[in-house]
């Protein structure tokens, strides 16, 4: 008799000023009742045993939900926020949440103008990787 194989979940991407709350699977589950890796885990997961191979060890709930944009991952986790913010014990946190990190914003004007100014002007190294060099003879762009 065989023993079953243990699906690993994938760990939901929480919005930035949350720490240790909503610690859940992407399939729902409490991550301290399975074995979750981070999305970038499951992506080290992928990328050394494969698509196919992978796939077999991993919850298919969960897999569906994998993603290799960080940005969709932070969108995915404001939008999971917003939809729970109209019911629930989570309705009048997410306002209160929102409220301070608009009087942090306020109180931290500059900081923030600056930080947001730098994250524009940070050079994205997934992209910069995928370009071809330029290639650039006395002055001339061919
Ligand atoms: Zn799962």
Do not use: Y
């Not at 994938?10 to 409490?30: F, K, Q």
């Amino acid at each position: 008799m065989t023993e079953p194989v243990r699906k690993d979940h994938i760990r939901r991407e929480n919005v930035p000023w949350r720490t240790t709350d909503d610690a859940l699977t992407e399939c729902g589950l409490d991550v301290r009742d399975c074995q979750a890796l981070t999305p970038q885990a499951m992506l080290e997961k992928i990328a050394e045993q494969g698509e196919v191979r992978a796939s077999l060890s991993s919850c298919m709930t969960c897999w569906q939900h994998r993603r290799t944009d960080r940005g969709q991952l932070l969108r995915d986790a404001v939008s999971r926020l917003i939809n729970r913010s109209w019911h629930g014990k989570e309705s009048g946190r997410v306002e209160r949440e929102l409220r301070a990190i608009g009087l942090l914003v306020a109180a931290h004007r500059e900081e923030f103008e600056t930080t947001l100014r730098d994250m524009d002007e940070a050079v994205d190294i997934r992209t910069a990787r995928k370009k071809p060099p330029a290639q650039n003879f006395g002055g001339l762009k061919l």
